[in-house]
């Protein structure tokens, strides 16, 4: 027994104990797998004149090289052995230079591809502290240089793949970038250029003097000239602003790059960005994408789910996706770099002035101020305008740069809803040159365009604009909504008359506001509206619909905390007068989409659906809400003291408001509307009509079935992202049939709307058991 019990005890040591592997064996594979590689480029060279990398035993050496490394240090971490000999003869003998070295010529063709291939895989799978050796980032520096001086470089996929590798490294150990932000050396003002030395020397003149950065062990020394217009050199960052504007993976894995380096940048980083071309080539690439786009949308791409009329033939749907893409991804890098230095005038004002001078008023606006309604460039544009707006974080500086120059139509500023620091400063000189221009010339602005193009003919054009608008409102309401609406745009100071100065001039009266009475008339007027099922039952009126009022009422809250939780909105805020509701009343752009609620059984549900979407964030506002909810109660009671947006018989002695409103109440309007339903419904009967509806929003989810089809890549000749399709009848459809059925989904668009506008009563503070002070 003593026996079988040592021999068994023996069993399980040896089993429990780890072989430690042999570091000399690892060295001996590595030192067979590099000479493999000499002996391809040495004894058969005159075959690798003729044949491609991939016919030799380079590729499979290099790989089992790069093996055995990753395997070595391994073993070192887990103990088997106790000496990394691979790593010490590849760095102590500069295997990395060597091979740089050798792959000068690209022969056998392709083996420059694998060195840099072999590279980038070692940066990726190794500690970053290992680019801090000599032989590593010297190699790196030669690759990097030949490929900035060749503008041809043929292997760009695996040197940007490697470049993306480092930028890792740098995000994950920032002392890393000094090993590539290089200072220059600088030379005395009385020694002569290379140039001038070049010209005087002869053969046997000793060199002239030059900075080098040579990296022991390095077999071809990186020799640069010194930098005139910085102290700095960053071959790597200038090497990847060449792809910044490319499409494809190309220009993602430049941008991505890119946004590693900055975000560990230094002040002399900063500096030597704001002295390079790095401004210039974001915005003028940002207009070359631009210009790349097609004038009309492809017509044989599902682009967001709609067919365009008069679209571009033979463009690819593809092609188009990555180019609108690419667009996105570069206004997305510009913002990026302005959030990182928002107070550096000189880096972020010069992109936010080249993107409003170079890219906005030279490429964008000249689309849009000559693009026509009936040949699809002008919903095109809108198109690309809001993939633009959609790709930067609400409240950037960006997109605030994209709201006033669609919305501000003195391009001036608006000294109502002021400037972020950054782009003040980046807009400030683009607006002292249109200062002389604007007093001498009267020129129609973006805006004018964009308010006109809601009386269009087209309804693609109708409907795209009012998605415009929408997006601007969620967006940053508190911006754009003073730009859109003039009536609330006059500044406090503007309200002093006969040339009375803003601090003497008297504050305005206050004037009554809605007694609770009041308040609850509105309140049960607008309930009334969904509350129309047979018998009063209001549970029975929701339930009828998809949605319900208190998903809206979420909705209502994230709308209204929009306007009111951001202290910036709050201090625009506080730079309006109270606004008149007679100014409203008179507000054309208000009316021309309140005008266009009138009409809104003879128009698409696509029209109605935006333009409900417009009025519900209009709706969120403090200043609009009690006219867009109590105009037909306000108007008795209000004024502004001085008779300003009133004639001279409609106010009293008193200032107040004598006549109604000149244009119909949003509520009596949408009334009107349901009388007309609730004529047909008295028509067809209760229960017809309730079939017929239920017919409708069956009609409705199963559209919105066949759109989630279409968005995970089915194909089809109807697949949607729009929530309304439908602009064209067809399928043996007849005309009167679409109208028909059109005219069903509008019924649901308003009795959505209904819901959507009573969740806003009751969250926003403008209505409601609050009482509201009108000037």
């Known amino acids: 027994m003593d026996v079988f019990s040592k021999l068994k005890s023996r069993l399980d040591q040896l089993a429990l104990t780890p072989r430690k592997a042999s570091a000399g064996n690892l060295l001996h594979k590595f030192q067979i797998c590099w000479d493999a590689v000499q002996y391809e480029l040495t004894a058969e060279a005159e075959e690798n004149l003729t044949r491609t990398v991939d016919e030799t035993d380079i590729p499979s050496s290099l790989q089992q090289m790069l093996d055995i490394l990753l395997k070595e240090q391994r073993s070192l971490e887990t103990g088997l052995i106790s000496a990394n000999s691979c790593a010490e003869m590849f760095l102590n003998t500069d295997l990395l230079g060597q091979l740089v070295a050798l792959s000068a010529t690209d022969t056998p063709l392709g083996f420059r591809r694998e060195v840099i291939s072999m590279l980038s895989a070692l940066i990726s799978l190794l500690e970053g502290q290992s680019l801090f050796h000599k032989s590593v980032n010297g190699a790196i520096r030669v690759l990097i240089a030949e490929a900035l001086a060749d503008r041809s470089f043929k292997y760009e996929t695996e040197m940007l793949e490697l470049e993306s590798n480092i930028a890792t490294k740098i995000k994950e150990l920032p002392a890393l970038l000094n090993l590539f932000f290089i200072h220059n050396t600088m030379r005395p003002k009385n020694v002569p250029t290379q140039e001038e030395e070049q010209e005087e020397s002869r053969s046997d003149s000793p060199s002239p003097p030059v900075t080098q950065s040579v990296a022991g062990g390095m077999v071809g020394a990186i020799t640069v000239a010194p930098s005139v217009s910085s102290a700095y050199q960053f071959p790597l960052f200038d090497h990847l602003m060449r792809y910044l504007n490319t499409e494809g993976r190309h220009g993602d894995v430049a941008r991505t790059s890119c946004s590693l380096l900055l975000d560990v940048g230094t002040p002399d980083m900063q500096k030597y960005l704001a002295e390079s071309d790095f401004v210039i080539v974001v915005t003028a690439g940002l207009g070359g994408l631009f210009s790349q786009l097609p004038a009309q949308l492809p017509a044989d791409a599902a682009i967001e789910g709609r067919r365009r009329h008069g679209g571009r033939q033979g463009y690819a749907s593809v092609t188009f996706a990555r180019d609108v893409e690419s667009l996105q991804g570069l206004v997305a890098f510009a913002q990026s770099v302005v959030a990182r230095w928002p107070d550096d005038h000189a880096l972020a004002g010069g992109i936010l002035r080249g993107f409003r001078r170079v890219f906005l008023d030279h490429a964008v606006k000249p689309q849009l101020m000559t693009a026509s309604d009936f040949d699809g460039t002008t919903v095109a544009v809108l198109f690309y305008v809001r993939k633009m707006l959609a790709a930067v974080a609400p409240r950037s500086e960006i997109a605030e740069v994209i709201i006033r120059f669609l919305l501000d139509g003195e391009e001036g500023g608006d000294e109502a809803a002021p400037l972020s620091r950054g782009t003040r400063e980046g807009l400030a000189s683009t607006n002292a ?97 969904i509350d129309r099922a047979g018998g009063g039952n209001a549970a029975a009126a929701i339930n009828r619909f998809e949605t319900s009022l208190d998903a809206y009422l979420h909705d209502a809250e994230q709308a209204v905390a929009a306007y009111n939780n951001d202290d910036n909105d709050n201090h625009r805020q506080q730079q309006f007068t109270p606004t008149s509701p007679i100014r409203l009343d008179r507000d054309p752009t208000l009316h021309k989409l309140l005008d266009k609620t009138a009409t809104f059984f003879s128009q698409t549900p696509g029209i109605n659906l935006a333009l409900t979407g ?24 209000a004024g502004d003291g001085n008779g300003n947006g009133a004639d001279v018989d409609e106010v009293d002695e008193d200032g107040i408001a004598t006549q109604p409103p000149r244009r119909t109440s949003l509520h009596t309007t949408i009334a009107g509307l349901n009388a007309e339903v609730d004529a047909r419904r008295a028509a067809m009967g209760e229960e017809a009509f309730e079939a017929r509806m239920a017919l409708a929003v069956a009609d409705d989810a199963d559209e919105e079935e066949e759109r989630a089809r279409a968005r995970i890549g089915a194909t089809g000749s109807g697949g949607s992202s729009d929530p309304w399709r439908g602009t064209d009848y067809g399928g043996g459809e007849t005309r009167d049939d679409f109208v028909e059925r059109q005219w069903w989904k509008n019924v649901l668009v308003l009795n959505e709307f209904a819901k959507e506008m009573v969740a806003l009563l009751i969250v926003s503070d403008g209505i409601g058991q609050q009482h509201i002070e009108f000037v």
């Open 433 to 529: 040159d249109q200062a002389d221009r604007s007093d001498h010339d009267v020129e129609l602005q973006v805006r004018d365009v964009l308010i006109s193009k809601l009386n269009s003919l087209s309804e693609p054009v109708v409907t795209d604009t009012l998605r415009l608008f929408h997006l601007l409102l969620l967006n940053d309401p508190s911006l754009a909504l003073p730009l859109l609406v003039d009536a609330i745009a006059i500044p406090a100071q503007h309200a002093a008359t006969d040339g009375a100065s803003a601090l003497s001039a008297p504050p305005p009266p206050v004037v009554r506001a809605l007694d609770p009475e009041q308040q609850s008339t509105v309140v049960r007027e607008w309930f009334a509206l």
């Open 614 to 637: 417009v009025l519900a964030h209009l709706a969120a506002s403090v200043q609009l809400a009690p006219y867009l909810f109590a105009a037909d109660h306000i108007f008795p009671l």
